[in-house]
């Protein structure tokens, strides 16, 4: 879309209840509990739910020793599926473990070893696949403002529920908002969408005052908000069956959300429960990594990277940098300062981002980007690259 037009972009998130996160919460909870005991695990854990069953399926090859059931227990415990009424409850669910070794022929193009047909003795990358990383200087996190604003809503929704603030909560959640935009710069919210899970006996003008007040004018800067802007709250009138219960959740189906919430491309790959030598999961965050140092750098208000791998093969197969008009040189120019000062091996990003390490399940819930406290975990956050960029840019 230009910049230069006026136009109303929205955004979604979810909360750590939604069936869907509970089953990348899940997931990341697998992978962190392997790479805890052998940091060369290789884990690709997929999670269904439904009503009170949980299936954990997906390939494990790893020295480590884990127990599935008590993670998935602890898991729906501390997201707070632990009320009488539950029928999807940490501890009446019934699990079913379906997690085999991974696949030989997977396993020999990642590792790094020669192999009869392979072409190199290098890690390579344990599938095809195109990874996009997005950056903007919308907001602190060089996010754009429609997703990060969402992430807040449930950020601080589940704070207020585990903090005992409003018994009437339950775990399942969803938030949206739009955001107008002029000559590429947010100049107000339009509207916020906010739906929460419930108990039956709370009544709607309860929810819908708590939210508006205690939620959504703390979180949304009120500069952007004005007598229009419309508030939805819970607009179906009533929440009460939700979670598992209510839908059925799998892992990786929240990745727009996960992402950069539709305003950055997504190149189709999951990221939860899968360990670093995946690169749907890694190359993302590389991505990541490096749009947002060039923002970072001055070099542009606005960058998108993609590129894209061949299984079991070390190098990327293209790259390409998009600044959308924004950069203060050309995107060739970037792109040529990228690739000195980048490396995108597999094995060379899970070096340089530290990926071997049980840090995933920091990542599961409100975007595996734009998460800047906690910097020696979410080491793709790091704008440490800013000045060697600007030094490389000719």
């Known amino acids: 879309m230009s910049l230069n037009k006026r ?46 069953m949980v299936v954990v399926g997906g390939e494990i090859t790893t020295k480590a020793k884990v127990n599935i059931t008590d993670i998935v227990r602890q898991c729906i415990r501390e997201i707070g599926y632990v009320h009488d009424d539950d029928v999807f409850h940490a501890d009446k669910v019934f699990i079913t473990n379906l997690l085999t070794q991974q696949s030989p022929d997977i396993a020999q193009g990642v590792d790094a070893k020669a192999a009869e047909g392979k072409d190199t003795d290098e890690q390579g990358a344990g599938d095809q696949g195109l990874m996009f990383g997005y950056a903007c200087d919308e907001t602190p996190e060089l996010m754009p403002a429609p997703i990060m604003f969402a992430h ?68 949304i800067p009120a500069k952007l908000l004005d007598k229009k802007t419309q508030f939805l709250i819970n607009p179906t009138g009533r929440f009460v069956t939700g979670g598992p219960q209510g839908d059925t959740g799998l892992t990786g189906r929240k990745i727009i959300v996960d992402s950069y919430g539709g305003m950055g491309r997504h190149g189709g790959g999951a990221f939860s429960g899968k360990d670093p030598s995946k690169v749907d999961r890694s190359a993302a965050y590389m991505g990541r990594y490096v749009a947002k140092n060039i923002v970072a750098a001055g070099l542009a208000t606005r960058a998108e990277i993609q590129f894209a791998y061949a299984i079991g093969y070390p190098d990327p197969v293209s790259i390409c940098v998009d600044t959308f008009g924004t950069g203060v040189v050309s995107d060739e120019a970037i792109e040529k300062a990228v690739s000195e000062v980048f490396n995108f091996k597999p094995a060379a990003i899970i070096k340089q981002l530290n990926l071997l390490r049980p840090i995933y399940s920091k990542t599961t819930n409100y975007g595996h980007f734009g998460k800047i406290n906690d910097l020696n975990s979410i080491t793709w956050e790091k704008t440490d690259k800013a000045a060697a960029l600007k030094k490389a840019v000719r």
């Open 7 to 52: 136009f109303i972009f929205s955004s979604e998130s979810v909360g750590e209840g939604h069936p869907d996160k509970v089953c990348d919460t899940i997931s990341d909870a697998v992978l962190d509990a392997h790479l805890a005991q052998d940091k060369h695990s290789r884990v690709a854990c997929e999670t269904y739910a439904k009503s009170n």
């Open 152 to 219: 807040r809503l449930g950020r601080e929704l589940t704070r207020l529920r585990k903090a005992g603030k409003a018994a009437w909560l339950r775990p399942d959640a969803k938030s949206q908002v739009s955001v107008q935009y002029e000559n590429g710069k947010p100049t107000r919210v339009v509207n916020v969408v906010v739906s929460t899970q419930h108990s039956a006996d709370v009544k709607n003008k309860v929810i819908h005052d708590f939210i508006i007040n205690q939620v959504i004018k703390k979180v």
